[in-house]
């Protein structure tokens, strides 16, 4: 099992930016790929970016140039900067992991407001 919990989410205001942190735990020899999800009222959950273990990137269209993830070499921590955020941007925000033999574990999920 990997337990993953997140943080840094919040209200902010549109422009501003927000640094939001995943912390795994358990069996993290075996993560391979870690990322983040986000749901919006509504809408169904949604890739936002995701890192490999190589360190290769991916990016929603809608954050690309706005958003960098990354990850420690350890594979306990994945964080997510925002930056210029838009009320669209407002969601649940969700870590993921995927494994090598395990499956893809879930974090619970961290509120990120954005409004005036």
């Known amino acids: 099992q990997v337990q993953l919990v997140e943080s840094g989410g919040g209200l902010v205001q549109p422009g501003g930016s927000l640094r939001l942190s995943c912390a795994a735990s358990?069996?993290?020899?075996?993560?391979?790929?870690m990322g983040w999800y986000r749901q919006a009222p509504g809408k169904e959950r949604e890739l936002v970016a995701s890192?490999?273990?190589?360190?290769?990137?991916k990016y929603a269209d809608s954050v690309k140039g706005r958003f960098i993830i990354s990850r420690n070499n350890a594979n306990t921590l994945v964080y997510l900067q925002m930056n210029s955020l838009n009320p669209e941007d407002t969601a649940v925000y969700y870590c993921?992991?995927?494994?090598?033999?395990?499956?893809?574990?879930w974090g619970q999920g961290t509120q990120v407001t954005v409004s005036s």
């Open positions: 993921k992991v995927q494994t090598l033999w395990y499956g893809d574990f």
């Open positions: 358990g069996l993290i020899r075996s993560i391979n790929v």
């Open positions: 890192i490999s273990s190589t360190g290769s990137t």
